[in-house]
């Protein structure tokens, strides 16, 4: 009974180490799959700021607390996706040259690691908005920016950030996903009286 036994474990053992002789292949870094809102939005104008604009409804506006902040400043935030846009307000009052250069130095300011910084001119002579786009390509810590002004009385400027290390692997789809919703707010901005 011994020897069936003995003859049985060689043979197991010659079974085990035959079936164990697949490679192994490493698995591809991937991401958590994203799912995004339905494109939905809604006008904010709210009495006390001299601006309007249309903005997304899964995004929430809240007054910027930042110690440095000035009046009408604000933050459309989305949390879902950890995103951030900052909004600043500024009277026009023979200061417009010095605002337009803050602006671009500010974009600019990101090309250490850009990749790319793309502009795009915005003009909208029904409503007396014009401005600059700022697309930044790349692990920059604000992938868009942008100003509008009516050149006489109002600038706004805004900039999207994210509450994540910058990585364009990981964050391109939230970004090509609010990237409209940037471009609409900018489309329907309108200065009030």
Request: proline content about 6%; some cysteine.
């Amino acid at each position: 009974m011994m020897q069936k036994y003995l003859f049985a474990f060689p043979v197991i053992l010659l079974i085990f180490s035959l079936s164990c002789k697949q490679e192994y292949t490493p698995k591809p870094h991937g991401y958590f799959r994203i799912d995004f809102q339905e494109k939905s939005y809604h006008r904010l104008d709210s009495t006390g700021l001299p601006y309007s604009f249309e903005v997304p409804v899964y995004g929430r506006i809240v007054p910027d607390n930042d110690r440095l902040a000035e009046p009408y400043w604000i933050n459309l935030l989305v949390t879902k996706h950890k995103a951030e846009l900052h909004i600043s307000y500024k009277k026009v009052d023979k200061n417009l040259a010095g605002l337009l250069e803050d602006s671009h130095w500010l974009a600019y300011n990101h090309s250490i690691k850009a990749d790319a910084i793309n502009e795009r001119i915005f003009v909208n002579p029904a409503k007396k908005v014009y401005g600059t786009i700022y697309f930044i390509e790349g692990n920059a810590a604000s992938p868009l920016q942008f100003y509008l002004t009516d050149s006489t009385s109002n600038f706004l400027r805004g900039a999207l950030y994210f509450r994540e290390v910058p990585n364009i692997d990981s964050l391109r789809p939230v970004i090509d996903f609010l990237t409209p919703d940037v471009i609409r707010l900018i489309e329907t901005t309108e200065w009030k009286k």
